[in-house]
């Protein structure tokens, strides 16, 4: 499974970024597309997946701001980003998961500034 993420770049305090990612290859019917970031010095954390079956899971840090969704017929996955914060800024990856195994995009700079 290869996975290319898009939609990262430079905003100010309180704007928004969709970021986009699509996934190609052996899709497996039943998987979970997720966006994690990972800020300088910092561990990767999970932001928000979408299952295929379209049940979500969010980071208590962006719930309410952060919907995630995805086309399954493209095997696309998005997460449209709200009322940001210079603490946001990170590298924003990409991960598919199916039966066990994850895949991980390249990662995506969003930066916030204040």
């Known amino acids: 499974v290869q996975l290319q993420a898009s939609g990262g770049g430079l905003v100010q305090a309180g704007g928004s970024l969709r970021l986009s990612c699509a996934a190609s290859?052996?899709?497996?019917?039943?998987?979970?597309m997720g966006w994690y970031r990972q800020a300088p010095g910092k561990q990767r954390e999970l932001v928000a997946a979408?299952?295929?079956?379209?049940?979500?899971n969010y980071a208590d840090f962006v719930k309410g701001r952060f919907p995630i969704s995805r086309d399954n017929a493209q095997n696309w996955v998005y997460l449209q980003m709200n009322s940001l914060k210079p603490e946001e800024t990170a590298v924003y990856y990409c991960?598919?998961?199916?039966?066990?195994?994850?895949?991980w995009g390249q990662g995506t700079q969003v930066t916030v500034s204040s």
């Open positions: 991960k598919y998961n199916d039966r066990g195994h994850d895949y």
């Open positions: 290859g052996s899709i497996f019917g039943f998987n979970c």
């Open positions: 979408i299952a295929s079956g379209g049940s979500t």
